[in-house]
């Protein structure tokens, strides 16, 4: 099963969730948010994982700091273990657990 660690930009983790049969997961500052980040730098309602057939994709909702993988701006990409995506002063690490 993939699971999804919140980490600080210095490698702490802050949080772990575990990615299983849910559907879209949204993560952003609000409190409706499954997953929340409280930032400034992070938007209301920033990105969302979402199921596609067996795939999970992680994709931008519009948000203003953007997410950014290796350093670019992305839309939407597959997740996969080992993707590292930052969300203002989070990262977001996609792993398998055994």
Avoid: W
Avoid at 2 to 25: I, P, W
Avoid at 27 to 49: M, N
Avoid at 81 to 95: C, K, M, S, T, Y
Wanted: with cysteine.
């Amino acid at each position: 099963m993939l699971e999804l660690h919140v980490c600080t930009r210095t490698g702490r983790m802050l949080k772990a969730f575990a990615l299983g049969d849910r559907s879209e997961v949204i993560l952003g500052r609000d409190d409706t948010c499954d997953i929340q980040i409280r930032s400034p730098q992070v938007s209301s309602e920033h990105c969302a994982i979402e199921p596609q057939g067996d795939e999970l994709f992680l994709r931008d909702l519009g948000s203003s700091g953007g997410v950014l993988v290796r350093g670019r701006k992305v839309e939407r990409i597959r997740v996969e273990d080992g993707l590292e995506a930052v969300v203002g002063p989070a990262v977001l690490r996609f792993i398998e657990s055994a």
